[in-house]
């Protein structure tokens, strides 16, 4: 089986003593090789999907199911790096003692564009260098997947530009799958090979970007147009 099937997905949460609702039936397809991005206003459930996907929590019912070969890797919105260890040992770090490929770790510095910083300490980089290292320790697993949970969101804007567009050439390059959660519509239509729209737990609707290529200029017609559907659609008209 090539990519992710999420069928009937449903997750709630005690909450003062009742049981709130926040996945109602989730029915997904996750592609191999593409970056599917989840977008939605807060509480709709986007980071909850990604955490019953990652494993890190349990549905209460529906399924989850992986193809054969199934790696999972993590970025979050804070880069969770180890102040006392410079870069390379970060990378290293995520891999949890398990002897690294030869070369794998040079490679992955120089693809992520960290080359010459490979003994910097986190301390010592910016915002978006340290989302880089982030990115590079999930890579170094060499996962079939990575998770993001709004990764570039505390970046200035012209850093989580520039980390879009490196993102966009490291997926081309490991060619793995992502699932990228999001509340920003722009970084969706950057991004997304497939965006979907999460409101109140459910999957509202689907858009294939599969033949827009990947340099996207969000202010041709076309894009504006889906904007506006998009924009419709969250505020629920």
Same mark, same amino acid.
């Given at each position: 089986?090539? =990519?992710?099937?999420? #069928?009937?997905? $449903? $997750? +709630? /949460? ?10 109602? =039936?989730?029915? &997904?397809?996750?592609?191999? =090789? ?7 206003? +807060? ?5 909850? &999907? ?9 549905? @209460? +019912?529906?399924?989850? #199911? ?8 993590? %970025?979050?919105?804070?880069? #969770?790096?180890?102040?006392?260890? @410079? ?5 290293? *770090? ?11 770790? $040079? ?9 010459? *910083? !490979? ?46 567009? !490196?993102?966009?050439? %490291? ?12 509340? +920003? ?13 999460? @409101? ?6 689907? /858009? ?7 340099? #996207? ?5 076309? *894009? ?9 659609? &969250?505020?629920?008209?």
């Amino acid at each position: 089986m090539a =990519g992710i099937e999420i #069928r009937d997905l $449903k $997750k +709630s /949460y005690e909450v003062d003593g009742r049981q709130l609702p926040v996945l109602k =039936g989730i029915d &997904l397809t996750i592609p191999e =090789g593409r970056i599917t991005v989840v977008l939605g206003r +807060s509480g709709c459930g986007k980071t909850t &999907l990604l955490r019953l996907v990652g494993g890190l929590e349990a549905p @209460d +019912s529906g399924e989850i #199911r992986f193809g054969a070969s199934h790696r999972t890797a993590f %970025v979050f919105q804070e880069p #969770r790096l180890m102040p006392w260890l @410079d870069v390379t040992r970060n990378i290293l *770090f995520g891999l949890r003692g398990r002897e690294a490929e030869p070369g794998l770790v $040079k490679d992955i510095i120089e693809t992520v564009g960290l080359s010459g *910083f !490979e003994k910097a300490y986190p301390a010592q980089l910016s915002g978006g260098m340290q989302q880089r290292t982030a990115l590079a320790r999930a890579l170094a697993y060499r996962p079939s997947l990575i998770l993001m949970d709004e990764p570039f969101a505390a970046l200035d804007h012209f850093t989580r530009e520039q980390m879009q567009q !490196e993102l966009i050439r %490291v997926q081309e390059t490991e060619n793995c799958s992502i699932l990228f959660v999001t509340h +920003s519509i722009d970084e969706a239509l950057l991004l997304g090979h497939r965006i979907v729209i999460i @409101d109140q737990g459910q999957v509202e609707r689907l /858009y294939d970007l599969e033949d827009e290529g990947r340099q #996207r200029d969000l202010l041709e017609d076309r *894009f504006i147009h889906i904007k506006r559907e998009i924009v419709a659609e &969250l505020k629920g008209q």
